[in-house]
């Protein structure tokens, strides 16, 4: 059964293999009449573009979106937006070798066992580069909550820990997405030699939400905690989520708990109560290693580009439920 | 938006306020002329059910399933099932004293301002008397996956941790779900002294599933893990929820972990290898302590409680996906 | 796959088989704070009700709602509102010559094939009972739309044609929706030939909607004209759907049609642009004729008791659609 | 609401305004592995393309379908299928004198009124031109069902109606798809006529299925006959939808119509019993009419390109039934 569609009324449904001619986005529910900027949304794809640090990948993708419906004279019409991105830079032949292997960790071998067939140029769906579709998307969410802010930022990589949370959301984060100058190139430095040794590297990434409407999020399996939990572990690599203090909650005794209003992390009972959300998403190290991560262009850690994709995430699932709630405004008090 | 229903092939949907009349489910997508046990359904609520032991609740619910639908001489017909229980032993008054107090940390006030109203009598749809629909749902989707096996325990409460994981699912889990005697007499001891002292404990629950059929899991947004995360995070006071080594991948570099299969968790690409499942899940400490607690009938952990309906909550996503994937067999080569 | 929920914000989701203990519905996405009014709903459920006339099968059965979730104090508390009806009349035995043997026409054959197995003491869920759980969706999706007025009555029956349309929607309608009397004595007296001869009649309905909401409908596949079709031809016994003219349509010149706004039928584009909507059906002849006929209590006609059923259907397109663009209110200019 | 989707198994979402840059379709849930023969898609796209004889508009539209994501070396991958078509010939200067204008009949007003914006410069999505969508996505569920054959014609235009039915599926439908050379003749100059006139037609499309799958369609909601009457009804201008005898039902005795198994019309209760279906329905004349009609480039009656479009919506509505009955298949005796 189909399991590219994202959200409900809010719905954005997303296309195209890592290798194929292009990636892109439909997205269904978008309100008419809002205004849309192509240079802030260009400027989304940049921070999640490879190629910008030397940590990175050696590939340099232009990721040009090309708006094909859904805007007219820069206004949403109500109808889908579809956005594409060529894939102009893709190189198939560095994966030839990988053909008929099956890299470990990946999902060549289960998508060949699901599909009884893959595209062996690349990772395809499975594929990080898919995320591209999910930044356009979270662009368009974002023009539905102008009011709320969105602020991801590192926490950890491998055993580098970030010692304070940035103050606000102005904060500045730096080249690779961590809000502090130091441990920001440490992990430079680290991951230079993570990417010189075939090493990788996983981490933790911090979602800040302000401003966030209150009673958003749908008892009892849409609850506002469920889809986000859905939306950021559905992203490659992602392997834990939680919500607030996360798994100090483990240890922590209810009298301690229930001190503080902040300790519910945005929500109670699954619904946003309009106070800061709090989200820790944990990423795992790329499973390529060894000669195979020094032959091909390979991140050895992709928290820095997850940073922004964590946010368009959070968008898409606030905006969804936001429309969601939205439709019994009328009925209320 | 409507929030209470589950699933898209294996598709369930509950109602029933902690304080109305009844809860229930009904089933839809069953598969027909598959046999129900009511004994073995109804030892599943028992697992589930408050009052079996000295650290639970004083209330004694009797949990008792009635089938109005969808089952025709102990044969599922393919048609929805509906299975309604009671609420016998609510006895409301309890709970007057709370009608214009919202309790911080519960779903009291942002329900209120949701829907314009609430049924101040107790949790309403937010109460973890709802999880009873869940076991039951959780029963039949087991019927689809006879040879899979869903085991869940208790791996911490407050500081106290277990040692060693369980070696097989024919693990004795004693009263409390904790597979080791001694950690459970302490936490039994620890439990009382709260209940005692109005205090309240979170904890985590692993569950381990064996068998599991491969392939199973949609790219990109309805990927196995995706749908695990959202069902866990849907459940009450559930914060955190982890695959495989969990919040530990944040500092293991790729080399480690790519020695070893297990550590994908079962999952490659968010789809099931057919290896075994590992899931962890936090659940934080009850939000009323103090002297609400010691006059109401609260549960001072509901870990113990928890175990059934997280093996539950697993059941029906892998039936779901068991036969969201079922529908491509025949094209497979 | 499921197929048993009908509609999307505000979803209802029907159970139970003709002969087994009770049918039902779910109703998911019902605002909250709507006040319920039980001897309203049990008059809908009269309407449905066979045994009120000569012309009806001789089973009296007691169509008794019990609300089991959803409403507190008789308000809609935005939860799922579940409602049983228990089946206290089912005589099986009357059916048990039928054990080993499929009706034409009905759904026996292909219900056992489909799903391997069947009840076969009635119907099961193809039976006209089944519309039982649709009138009481409908009396809740009316209350989200107090302004719009359904009424639909009978335009024909075998060979007798109604000549003129009523004026209003308080026009009389008789004992079984017919609204002109002549016509009307006619169709008893044909029908009570009908059933002392094992016959049986089919018809059209017609439905006019008064103050209907504009706005409404969702392009491209979910225009309301579709939705419409869909929640029609589900009926049992239902071939046929037109808007506005119908099947005049085939050989009017648009010159005559673009004369009159009327011919539009109340929707431009799929979307209603707040005139009348008229819609009709045809219901084709219940299969069972002859002997069998004879031996069992079955309707020579199902036209009479089908009228409030297509009002509810019409109500819960509605209601469905009126949530579905409420989202939206706030991004119009 | 979303409601640019349609399917649940297989879902296609369409996109794409009649005058912007592309329309086209995202498929989700196709099986992989089935061959793709471009030229069989271009064909079918020739098949509803305008400008083919005389009595269709001018337009010369080239309709080249790009295939941007899910087939990969000529096979269907299992990943979502995107497919583009560039409006390359839209003249929008010829609608400009529409701008301030709303054609009576058209979706012009009601789509300002819904979403507060429209694209002035033609239909948009309630163009006429969006059934190029449709059609792709009915060519690849086509793959789904080889052994079905679907075959469409026109048996009624204005007063013109075809005398007898076409003998089997390779009868030829001529040049505006109707099978038979006199009445395809006179419906010609008739057309013609309107043309020069400034007047528009209407008429009946019959849709003939054989070799369908038996035990499709779901009760109760999602009968496999209210899925094709959804999937009818949303065509620009479709007003009646019928199976079988369609309108005769309505007067035809119950005697006569359980003498003949044909008169079920392939369905029983709503689920295909593996007999030829055969479907009716009506779409009405052009509301443009007089001197707008002789200015722009418009057709005198859709008839003729409107029979691809009914075969391609049928195909998509039983690819999208089988898959949902097919997860079922591994628990049927």
Same mark, same amino acid.
């Given at each position: ?10 719905? %954005?449904?997303?296309? /195209?293999? !890592? ?21 802030? =949304? ?6 999640? $573009? ?26 949403? =019409? ?19 070798? =990988? ?12 998508? =060949?066992?699901?599909? /009884? #067939? ?25 023009? #539905? ?8 930022? #590192?926490?950890?990589? /491998? ?34 030699? %993570? ?7 996983? /981490?933790?990434?911090?979602?800040? #939400? ?15 905690? $469920? ?6 572990? !559905?992203?490659?690599? %992602? ?61 050895? %850690? ?26 019994? !405004?009328?009925?209320?008090?």
């Amino acid at each position: 059964m189909p399991g590219n569609s994202f959200g409900h009324m809010f719905r %954005c449904t997303t296309f /195209g293999e !890592s290798h194929g001619e292009a990636l892109g986005v439909v997205i269904d529910g978008m309100p008419g009449g809002l205004t849309v900027d192509m240079e802030a =949304l260009k400027s989304e794809l940049r921070r999640r $573009a490879p190629g910008q640090h030397a940590v990175h990948t050696g590939r340099k993708e232009e990721d040009l979106p090309e708006i094909v419906s859904g805007v007219f004279e820069n206004k949403t =019409l109500g109808t889908p937006i579809t956005v594409l991105v060529r894939n102009t830079n893709q190189r198939s032949q560095d994966y030839d070798q =990988l053909k008929d292997s099956y890299r470990p960790g990946h999902a060549d071998k289960t998508t =060949l066992d699901k599909f /009884g #067939i893959r595209d062996h140029r690349g990772g395809g769906r499975a594929s990080g580069r898919e995320t591209v579709s999910r930044v356009i998307a979270g662009y368009f969410a974002g023009l #539905i909550l102008p009011e709320t802010s969105f602020y991801a930022y #590192i926490e950890q990589v /491998g055993n580098f820990k970030l010692s304070n949370a940035p103050a606000d959301h102005s904060f500045d984060r730096g080249e690779i997405n961590i809000p502090d100058k130091k441990m920001s190139d440490e992990v430079v430095t680290f991951l230079k030699r %993570c990417k010189d040794t075939g090493e990788s590297a996983g /981490g933790t990434v911090t979602l800040s #939400i302000k401003a966030a409407p209150a009673s958003l999020g749908e008892p009892v399996f849409d609850k506002l905690k $469920a889809d986000f939990a859905k939306a950021m572990i !559905s992203l490659p690599a %992602c392997v834990g989520f939680s919500i607030g203090e996360g798994w100090n909650f483990a240890h922590k005794p209810g009298s301690e708990i229930s001190k503080d209003r902040k300790n519910f992390g945005g929500m109670e009972g699954g619904i946003s109560n309009g106070d800061d959300i709090l989200l820790k998403m944990v990423f795992k190290a790329p499973s390529t290693v060894g000669e195979k991560a020094l032959n091909g262009r390979h991140d050895p %850690c992709i928290l820095p580009r997850v940073v922004p994709v964590v946010e368009a995430m959070a968008k898409i699932v606030m905006a969804d439920h936001y429309l969601r709630q939205a439709a019994y !405004s009328t009925f209320l008090p």
